[in-house]
């Protein structure tokens, strides 16, 4: 009888604080191929995705250093930011799903 195998879980890094973590525990920005940035809470939109941690360390300075516009090439500022807000108020309310765990 085979062994059952595995299921690897794929592995991203927070663009902002450089940590390796589970796909399913970050939260993924995405620009699309028109142009437009948002937040994608499936994971799975098409277009250029960046992940970030979640982490209050990492949201405050995703946008002001610029990781997140170099990580999806040259995306406008005032959407990254309208994005980053909107991973900002899925954690606030109290959806801590896909959050890593707080050390």
């Known amino acids: 009888m085979a062994a059952a195998r595995r299921r690897v879980e794929p592995?991203?890094?927070?663009?902002?604080?450089?940590?390796?973590?589970?796909?399913?525990?970050?939260?993924?920005?995405?620009?699309?191929?028109d142009g437009t940035?948002?937040?994608?809470?499936?994971?799975?939109?098409?277009?250029?995705?960046?992940?970030?941690?979640?982490?209050?360390?990492?949201?405050?300075?995703?946008?002001?250093?610029r990781a997140l516009q170099r990580a999806l090439r040259g995306a406008d500022a005032a959407e990254v930011q309208c994005a980053v807000?909107?991973?900002?108020?899925?954690l606030g309310s109290g959806s801590m799903m896909g959050a890593p765990a707080m050390d």
């Not at 927070?14 to 525990?25: D, F, G, I």
């Not at 799975?44 to 002001?64: D, H, I, N, Q, T």
């Not at 807000?85 to 899925?90: G, I, L, P, Y």
């Open 37 to 65: 940035v948002r937040y994608d809470p499936s994971g799975k939109a098409p277009g250029r995705g960046a992940y970030v941690c979640g982490r209050p360390g990492c949201l405050e300075p995703a946008s002001k250093r």
């Open 11 to 33: 592995q991203r890094t927070c663009v902002v604080c450089r940590s390796s973590a589970a796909k399913s525990t970050l939260h993924r920005i995405v620009r699309s191929s």
């Open 85 to 90: 807000e909107a991973v900002r108020a899925t």
